[in-house]
């Protein structure tokens, strides 16, 4: 009797034990008759659980019925070729109802033991991971659109010479028409070729910047390190921007302060920060002024373009520097634009090494500051 009542002492705890196992795993475990049919299911099925049923709902119950019907199919053949060996069989990933309605991605393997006397069934086991499955999905959404986004900047990119070329044939044709190199025009051929060129321009300088966004975005904007004059720089500025000032209607200062620093730069990249912000500046000023000055700050240069034209609300002055941003519908209408000038020329100067400040009072105008480097960033220059 003693060996007897240890015996059954033992195996009580034994099955308290694996009872304890079973109803706090987190993975479902169910036991399916020959048929499918559900004659037990681990609490983790139900309640706060995987699947969110009552402790009755489910037995007795087919489990085709809480599977998705797209996923029917594959799990049906996996459970008839398990119902023919014993062992484990690994399932497809499935989509099980929850009690609310929603789906739940589970990852499963049965067992048949419906040889084994003490369970006679499928024992089913699976593991919710539905927030894994979502994660991935994001991911490879993420990866795509950015693969896509990539494609397109890498297009643009390498069609900057088949844009550009055109227009400039376009733009130079125009010129020398303008100048009555192939024969004085009559004051109306005059006024359409001028309309041309400064249209062509304008198509031009749209160009330019698309392709000088795709270049930041596919990574293929390529420095060329040279020594910059701040004198040649604002000569060269003022003699490219020369049709710009004069159709502007607006006062013009360039100002350079003595003992300016000779700086190590990228004269292209540079040239393209003033004059986007010149352009900028000239686009939100009806009247008033246009002041560029050049000065020596904190071992580097300063290059400022202050105007006296609307100016920027001081909730968006961070804003304005984000791509394709405008300021307002109104202004959207009003002045015309691709909303990227700002975007490149902060994406520039940070390539440059250096950074930039805007101070503006609506109404009153803005103040762009550029700080460049006397040397380039190690990074820019092995880059050169």
């Known amino acids: 009797m003693t060996a007897q009542k240890q015996t ?10 694996f009872r304890a196992l079973i109803e706090n795993a987190q993975d479902i475990v169910m036991v399916l008759g020959r048929d499918g049919t559900i004659r037990y299911r681990s609490p983790s099925a139900s309640g706060k659980g995987v699947l969110g049923y009552q402790a009755a709902d489910l037995i007795g119950t087919h489990s085709s019925k809480i599977i998705h019907p797209e996923d029917g199919p594959s799990m049906r053949a996996a459970f008839q070729a398990a119902m ?36 006679a069934g499928i024992v089913y086991t699976g593991r919710d991971i539905t927030a894994r499955k979502q994660a991935e999905e994001l991911r490879l959404a993420k990866d795509a659109a950015e693969a896509a986004s990539q494609a397109k900047s890498e297009f643009l990119a390498t069609m900057s010479h088949e844009l550009r070329t055109p227009l400039g ?29 400064q249209k062509a321009r304008e198509l031009h300088d749209i160009i330019s910047t698309v392709l000088d966004f795709a270049a930041l975005e596919a990574g293929r904007m390529r420095m060329h390190m040279q020594n910059v004059s701040t004198s040649a720089l604002l000569k060269d500025l003022k003699s490219d921007l020369w049709e710009l000032q004069t159709r502007s209607g607006l006062t013009w200062t360039w100002h350079e302060e003595p003992e300016v620093p000779t700086i190590v730069s990228d004269l292209s990249k540079v040239k ?37 034209g609307v100016g920027i609300p001081p909730a968006e002055l961070e ?9 307002d519908d109104s202004h959207t209408r009003r002045y015309q634009g691709s909303g990227m000038g700002l975007h490149i020329v902060k994406r520039l100067v940070a390539l440059l090494g250096g950074s930039i400040t805007v101070e503006s009072e609506v ?8 700080w460049l480097p006397l040397q380039p960033p190690e990074t820019t220059a092995a880059q050169a």
């Open 169 to 197: 044939v376009i733009v130079g044709y125009a010129d020398l028409l303008e100048e009555g190199t192939f024969g004085q025009l009559a004051p109306k051929q005059a006024e359409v070729v001028q309309r041309v060129g």
């Open 319 to 327: 804003a304005i520097f984000q791509p394709f941003y405008q300021i």
């Open 363 to 370: 109404g009153r105008g803005s103040i762009f500051r550029v």
């Open 272 to 308: 393209i920060i003033v004059k986007n912000l010149i352009g900028n500046a000239v686009k939100f000023t009806e009247q008033g002024s246009i002041t560029v000055v050049a000065r020596s700050w904190q071992d580097g240069l300063e290059i400022s373009v202050a105007d006296s």
């Open 8 to 17: 059954d002492e033992t195996q009580q705890r034994s099955e308290e034990y």
């Open 84 to 119: 023919q060996r014993p062992g484990v069989t690994l399932l497809p990933q499935c989509r099980v109802r929850h009690a609310d309605g929603s789906w739940r991605v589970l990852e499963s393997m049965v067992n048949n033991l419906l040889d084994n006397p003490a369970v």
